[in-house]
């Protein structure tokens, strides 16, 4: 079934020590997203892609970085994670057709735990 | 800052029991979205309603859209244990992005 895979679910890191959280999609859809949402908040928009087109949100974080080597595959790097990085991290895609719906298919989140 | 709010934030009902939640949006919209999600999972897209369309119906899912008023409703008739999850509204202000309300925590008792 195609679908979105984000890895590894769970990722404990200390503070200050760089992780990177990983996202892949069978879909072939065109953007991909990043999302960080706390505890019973609604998912807040860090950056997306549209194909290679990397679109950051303002008020995302300098700590925050991502890549897109191919249209599979995406990545979340935190530089230098702090207490209030814990969240869950959710990796969404669209398919930007003609009909340009915006309806996005969400990845199962990759839990973040900062010690 | 987000462009949905929703109402109520939280809902408790017995099962079998019709559930509704109600979002508002602030600018104009090509569509609005519905999305579940279950406790730590990732969102699942439920239903889309245009914003020429007034109301929508998926199985035990209808939803209501009025762009007069910027506010739309999610109706879940004869709720099951297994509909409890957060519903989020979403809309498009703009670019190829969704801006989500801050969701309804909906809780069906068995």
């Known amino acids: 079934d195609a679908m979105v895979i984000q890895n590894p679910r769970y990722q404990v890191t200390q503070f200050g020590k760089p992780v990177t959280l990983s996202c892949s999609q069978t879909?072939?859809?065109?953007?991909m997203y990043w999302y960080q949402q706390k505890s019973s908040q609604a998912p807040k928009l860090l950056f997306h892609?549209?194909?290679?087109?990397?679109?950051n949100e303002a008020d995302t974080p300098d700590n925050f970085q991502s890549r897109r080597p191919n249209t599979s595959f995406c990545f979340l790097d935190i530089r230098s994670p702090g207490l209030g990085d814990a969240a869950m991290y959710l990796c969404?895609?669209?398919?930007?057709?003609?009909?340009?719906?915006?309806?996005?298919?969400f990845g199962p989140g990759t839990r973040l735990t900062v010690t | 800052s987000q462009q949905g709010e929703e109402d109520p934030q939280a809902l408790s009902i017995q099962e079998g029991e019709n559930a509704t939640m109600n979002c508002s949006y602030k600018?104009?919209?090509?569509?609005l979205q519905w999305y579940r999600q279950n406790s730590g999972r990732g969102l699942v897209h439920l239903i889309l309603?245009?914003?020429?369309?007034r109301e929508k119906h998926s199985g035990r899912l209808r939803v209501t859209l009025d762009t007069s008023k910027k506010s739309s409703s999610l109706l879940i008739t004869a709720s099951r244990a297994a509909d409890t999850a957060s519903y989020f509204c979403?809309?498009?202000?703009?670019?190829?992005?969704?801006?989500f309300g801050a969701g309804t925590i909906l809780r069906v008792k068995s």
């Open positions: 879909l072939n859809h065109n953007v």
């Open positions: 600018t104009s919209i090509n569509n």
């Open positions: 979403a809309t498009v202000p703009g670019g190829n992005k969704l801006v």
């Open positions: 969404a895609t669209s398919n930007l057709g003609g009909s340009r719906t915006y309806e996005q298919y």
């Open positions: 892609y549209y194909d290679k087109d990397f679109n």
């Open positions: 309603i245009r914003s020429n369309e």
